[in-house]
């Protein structure tokens, strides 16, 4: 496993071209400093930006349990499989994932995919596919399960059995981390850190990422939401389409008008069966591209901000 | 029954003419060819479109279980009947139906009406005026009924009574089927095929029609949609009427898009009770004149659909 | 108790001034048929309009029973009072009723008040001064009780109560009914034809008036609604008021449109803590001044719709 | 603890400035007097506003019980901790607090801040900047604790001590007072007054303040709302910020126009953890900025309405 220096080496920013895996940057610290010199009177990020916005795209469809919560009404008879349901799922990987693809494409951003292990596997092209295309793959576990009361080994032998899934399909190694339902124990950034993971997501507590210590050593925090969050908003019945894109075009404007003056951190998460539909693609190209017409705004993968946490001096601590 | 041959024969694109009962349709193979030939550089279907709409027009109504669900508490006592609850569903066929009928001629389409075979039983008048109007009648269940949990031979029935009863009062014999609630079971694709049915829209994966094999022989899948289906997004209080056209465009924007370079089907779906009230049909005016106004797009009944389907040598096969 | 012969008398079309209770109408059949004769060639009704309107204000506030249904949790300990529960249907009398019958005046209609007898009661001024102004009441049950259920007797004592409480406290005899949850039971319009009462409302299956038989004898059904309903839409959460607005609007331009061709009945209903707060009062000035726009359109109570419906030889007969 | 008489002094207008804790406010009865006599003719309160606006700021992120409710699936197994949802409550005071602090400073306004005493003896510093701000600290219990059926003497003891929590860390002496969602219980009225107490917020009854008798003795009510409240309207999920905003401005539409006949008060309710996310304090500034747009609304802290309530002689008495 990596330590915390090769990782900081690793995640550099340069190098995001091509089509080859890409986990191994090759920015050095002291072009890090220099960015931050180079930066305008707004910067607030090591890399010049005002406001950095991280898009997560969940890759979960395919390696979920049986009967697992759809729109259809959840009340299936013992022992028998809710088809319907199940295709609703296989959405995500037939539709889903390579629609935003696409866009992310056309759009010209780079995302975090957290991957569940068994859906890695199950659809290894596509996880492939997603690293190729210069996206980051974080893990998410091996299987949807309750990891919060897991024994410690087995929630370390899940962890570990996802993230070698991802690495032996897409060649990534991940350093991200993401618990089922965001539901981590007590015990999860000890394994996290053991097994080098070198962030993990599941803390709604800040607009900024920030640096825990965990045994001692920096652990970073890149937070995700769940107001910006495709999953809670939609569910096939909640949020229309189009509210979804007023209310976080309203989340980034105040965030913006705040990184005027302070380092923020915009997170929006999208689900391959969710915010893989037609509509939620078109409200996400609407969204991302009323964004980008903001001076000082970057789109980052979820790895490189927590590179630049841990090169930052003026990082929060808690 | 019929065979394959026989149906893709019947199923042909021209004839659609008349208020006779039109399950017949007279293009053979070889006018498709040409279809795809003269096509536009963009068309990605036999008949020249781009982008194929299909409409739903469930005639449920009449059909349901006693007090069954509805916009009221689910509370009733046991023993009593839901008068209100009745005369909601008692709308779908005296207002909601025959609004939407004059609709779809307004609006110069046709739609495919999956009927409940005691819902056509009940109303027999309106299921021929159905028919009559040049819109295809496919099979959805004798009754409401649970489908997924029967044996073998008691589905096989319910799914033949049902198509029966729709073949008596109309004269139109189903080669599509939708089960209860889309919850088909393991053996529902069988019995279909044994039936003579062409196809099934049960499943939600993908955005164009495949092909199956089932027993080794073909089976189309022309997909449906919950997203853009009134009975998800409404049912009385979760989306207003302008939320479903606002999302059923963004669909539509970005279907259409892609269907540039690659074939799409969309699917909108609605109901008798539901659809079928005038908010909902005004709501359904904006979205289908919406549409309308795109160049490259039909609107197809599924059977149409079907065939395509079975006709086009670069279809997806699972 | 008045024959129908009377009731068709009394609930004439003129006579509608000043502020005394105003139940009994003198426009007789003959007057009506002149009515019908000079009517634009749109008119589908006796009056000459093309669409009529129906406000409903249900006045339940005071009556309603102990910790009933309210925006807080569902999660009272026994033998405790929710008095901000409570306090949420006092602002029923205290301003939701009062604000809504400046806002009638100002608008210029009239409606139909069901009054709960206990609630009647209770503020016996407001519901006087509901019928001063000009406005209908009707019969709404003596109590929040669930009347489909009752044994004959008892149902019938509950309904004659109410209404005599109505009767008593504001003057006005009730010649028309609205159940509990609109959920009558098997007995109740036998019983309101022994009552005297000349029309109910509890039905959603059409989008006009119609007649039943009942006991051999004609009954008049007002239909209602609940997708232009307060109560449906808000419970404090579901919709917000703007949606609403959206909403009937659309649902007045399909019926306005329709009404070209066809006799048609919109439906509006509010409550009094709901209703009645400023923004939904700011909702329905938006809604009822949209539709005052439109020629040809009347704005009906109900009494005036029954009667109407007595008297035309072309009204719907099941 | 203060009379009466003591509280309307220290309540009065003046004296809102600098970073000193304020809650002895200067103004005498004989400058209200003036006040009514200067005021415009549309002015309905003692400060010459036609409408009064009064904001509240929750703080209770940190008192919460483990596991307090939030937008997570309420599921978990018991003897183990929701971190995320944790971490979602931590957000109220790391980010939101803070945010809405600065966005009353840029809108210029003083709101009233109802505080559960574990949450500011949490925060103290957070707390105690709240007051320096000049907002006024209110009470709202020791703990999320279920206060309508508590013994007497429990009930005072947690009302008590929540107060004296406040005082200590702030200096503020909390006049006001808002129950675990807003249930009182019979006695707390009493034990309010007892503990020198002058209003409470726990009634939804009216547009405006008014007086009641406890124990022979005025005692004000600052009607507090569950229509314009961050907490019943988002939950993570019903309502989408641009919702909020068009529900509210639609309720001060209304209250405007009736404030020219009529005093008016409106109340808008914001929790640290949901009122104070970007989108939403986005919401709030579109809202505020509104409202400041019409000319004779005042905004003000509850201490300040109470006052004015006291002072009034045409205040409404029950």
Known sequence: MKDRRTFIKEAGLAGLAGLLPVNILSASDLEIDKAFKNSNPNAKWADGSRLVVSVSMQFEAGGQPV???????QNMQKGF?????????????KEGIP?????????GIKVTSHMVGSAALKNPDLAKEIVARGHEAAAHGMDWATQYSMPYETEKKIIKDGADA??????FEPVGYNANWLRRGTNTLEIL???GFKYHIDDLS??????LKVKGKDFAVVPYTIRCNDIVLIEGKNFSADQFVRQVILEFDQLYKESE???RQMSISFHDRIGGTPQMVAATTEIISYIQKHKGVSFKRKDEIARMAYEDKSIIRE
């Open 99 to 107: 629609r935003m693809l696409d866009n992310w494409d056309k759009l």
């Open 206 to 211: 800040r607009d900024e990422p920030f640096l």
């Open 67 to 73: 009967n697992a919560e759809s729109p259809f009404p």
């Open 166 to 171: 991802i690495k032996k399909v897409t060649g």
């Open 261 to 263: 003056k302070k380092r």
């Open 193 to 195: 850190q053991e097994l």
């Open 81 to 93: 499989i809710d088809l319907p349901g199940d295709s609703w799922y296989q959405y995500g990987y």
